[in-house]
């Protein structure tokens, strides 16, 4: 076997969106463990490479694949609750029923770690699909309670609650803990941990690329079906900054402006985060 060398070497920042993909959950992008405290680092390299490769599949679309490795990882490492929580969300996403093996992974991981956020948000995102959604809003306003201010899923998971129970008729007035501090430009967007920055520096630069425009295109696509969602415009504007899209990041400035054209709060927020990120005017 030869080696060859890279073609580039990939920038911090664009190292950070990728691992900014790579922990968000396709669901609704909450589903984080390795930033609640307590859980222990991995001790098995074998894990630690087969969740690299879950990461990359599940960044790709390839759900079958990335529970594969998933496996894999459990297998090698059955004491941790992340390869658990892991395999039961690449199992479980985009499933409009309960997956048993998903459901079986996620209790395993409630098992070996109560507090894991992953496998409390999907099984409550199994409880809906059940038809319990007042069960469901209890469990992710319980998850809420316990994320620390300013976590990287907490605004995803706010909009999970209070679109669900809008929904479905289900109470929230007073219910709902004050939002976490954090700035405008970073509330919308995950910051990586160490870990997950080496898990996306060890994915082929090639993939990289691939990764990267995959997750701003799913952002992009996204919002067009759900456009109120001022997070997401400030991770758009956020994801095109990094990666030199001046004019794209300009354009995501101005649609976002345009749909919270009665909202000042939101408005607010976007434009400060753009002049946080250096977006050029609108």
Excluded: C
Aim: a neutral charge; zero cysteines.
């Amino acid at each position: 076997m030869t080696d060859t060398p890279p073609s580039r070497l990939p920038s911090l920042p664009t190292l950070a969106l990728i691992a900014a993909g790579i922990v968000a959950a396709a669901s609704a992008a909450v589903a984080v463990s390795r930033s609640s405290g307590g859980e222990s680092q991995s001790e098995s390299p074998a894990a630690r490479d087969w969740r690299v490769v879950g990461w990359a599949y599940a960044e790709s679309g390839d759900a079958k694949a990335s529970a594969a490795a998933y496996r894999k990882a459990a297998d090698a490492e059955p004491d941790n609750a992340e390869n658990w929580s892991s395999l039961g969300e690449a199992l479980q996403t985009g499933s409009t029923n309960v997956v048993p093996e998903a459901e079986a992974a996620f209790q395993k991981a409630l098992g070996l770690n109560a507090s894991d956020p992953r496998a409390r948000y999907f099984l409550a995102v199994q409880k809906d699909l059940k038809g319990d959604h007042k069960g469901a809003v209890e469990d992710w306003l319980a998850l809420l309670r316990d994320t620390p201010p300013g976590a990287p899923w907490e605004a995803d998971l706010r909009r999970t609650i209070g679109q669900t129970a809008s929904r479905n008729h289900v109470e929230l007035a007073g219910r709902m803990p004050a939002p976490g501090s954090g700035s405008a430009a970073t509330a919308g967007i995950p910051g990586p941990t160490p870990e997950q920055l080496a898990a996306a520096s060890a994915i082929p630069p090639s993939q990289q690329d691939q990764m990267v425009q995959a997750m701003v295109a799913r952002l992009a696509a996204r919002l067009k079906t759900n456009p109120r969602d001022a997070d997401g415009w400030i991770q758009l504007m956020r994801s095109r900054m990094v990666l030199g899209q001046k004019d794209q990041a300009r354009e995501a400035l101005r649609s976002g402006l345009a749909i919270f054209g009665a909202d000042a709060a939101s408005q607010g927020r976007l434009k400060s985060a753009a002049a946080e990120l250096g977006v050029p005017r609108a």
